[in-house]
Antibody
């Protein structure tokens, strides 16, 4: 059974930094492209970033480019999102998701909540 | 970047009704479109990939169609458990943008 478990969410002040983690199990992590998707309270889904299977290719939404960095550690079956220069509009539930061979996000974690507030 | 326009933003329909949600992209994406269902308080669930391929375990009352720039999600006979918000997502290339969502309520 595929499991994705996010952690690291917290309350942080504007301008601060935070690192989210996602630990994967139930599949060969190193074979898959992984994504971060976020959802602000009461709002829709927003795609944030992806990292391909070998970690050499990354993409970001314009809203986070230059502030967020996605990475992975295949030895730990883990995906990360380093977030810096946080803004109030970054407040959201952050999901990690697995992109399958069909190129779609078939598996999602339960999310970790990031609140940016003074 | 390609823009996504999903409509309507919300709808209210009765059990048994046929419901249609549309998603339009500003440039063609072939069939690289997925539909997700998100029940309040739950994780998004993939319903349809490649514009029209129903995921395993998804009821057959759900169907998807379209290619290029215009796509449709249809629920042929709305059921109470279908009350949710539905999102389209393009995945032909990054950014993998989501539509704004359509909230479906049961009358």
């Amino acid at each position: 059974e595929v499991q994705l478990v996010e952690s690291g969410g917290a309350v942080v002040q504007p301008g601060g930094s935070l690192r989210l983690s996602c630990v994967a199990s139930g599949f060969t992590f190193e074979d898959y492209t992984m994504h971060w998707v976020r959802q602000a309270p009461g709002k829709g889904l927003q795609w944030v970033s992806l990292i391909n299977w070998n970690g050499r290719t990354t993409y970001y939404a314009d809203s986070v480019k230059g502030r967020f960095t996605i990475s992975r550690d295949d030895s730990k079956n883990s995906l990360y999102l380093q977030m810096s220069s946080l803004r109030t509009e970054d407040t959201a539930l952050y999901y990690c998701a697995r992109e399958t061979a069909h190129l779609v996000l078939e598996d999602w974690g339960q999310g970790t909540l990031v609140t940016v507030s003074s | 970047d390609i823009q996504m326009t999903q409509s309507p933003s919300s709808l209210s329909a009765s059990v048994g009704d046929r419901v249609t949600i549309t998603c339009r992209t500003s440039r063609g994406i072939a069939n690289f479109l997925a539909w997700f269902q998100q029940i309040p308080g739950k994780v998004p669930k993939l319903l349809i990939s490649a514009a029209s391929t129903l995921q395993s375990g998804v009821p057959s009352r759900f169907s998807g169609s379209g290619s290029g720039t215009d796509f449709t999600l249809t629920i042929s006979s709305l059921q109470p458990e279908d009350a949710a918000t539905y999102y389209c997502q393009k995945y032909n290339s990054a950014p993998h943008t989501f539509g704004q969502g359509t909230k479906v309520e049961i009358k």
